[in-house]
Nanobody, 119 residues
Framework: QLQASGGGLVQAGGSLRLSCTAS????????VGWYRQAAGKQRELVAA???????NYPDSVKGRFTVSRDNAKNTVYLQMNSLRPEDTAVYYC???????????????WGQGTLVTVSS
């Protein structure tokens, strides 16, 4: 089961680091990603990391968000800097499967973590 944590309330310009854990080693040997879903909006992928460590970000977070993985701790992180009010959302992690140039979530969604950025 996927478990995201580390969210909270932060002022604009601040930083947060989210963590994602799961049972077993599924986060270590697969592509992983972070999604977010703001109120009234569709869930969107904000960070992807291939099994080999290559990363991709949409323009909206590029240069501000960084996905990383600690194999020893079986944990995936999302470091979020220079946060903006529009980053407010529930953040989720998942294992990803590649379909051509598209990443799709592979597992059942776990509990997300709420990030609120105040202006």
């Amino acid at each position: 089961q996927l478990q995201a944590s580390g969210g909270g309330l932060v002022q604009a310009g601040g930083s947060l680091r989210l963590s994602c854990t799961a049972s077993g080693t599924i986060l270590i040997f697969n592509a992983v990603g972070w999604y977010r879903q703001a109120a009234g909006k569709q869930r969107e992928l904000v960070a992807a990391m291939s099994s080999g460590g290559n990363t991709n970000y949409p323009d909206s977070v590029k240069g501000r968000f960084t996905v990383s993985r600690d194999n020893a701790k079986n944990t995936v992180y999302l470091q979020m800097n220079s946060l903006r009010p529009e980053d407010t959302a529930v953040y989720y992690c998942n294992v990803l499967k590649s379909y051509g140039t598209t990443w799709n979530p592979l597992l059942r969604w776990g509990q997300g973590t709420l990030v609120t950025v105040s202006s």
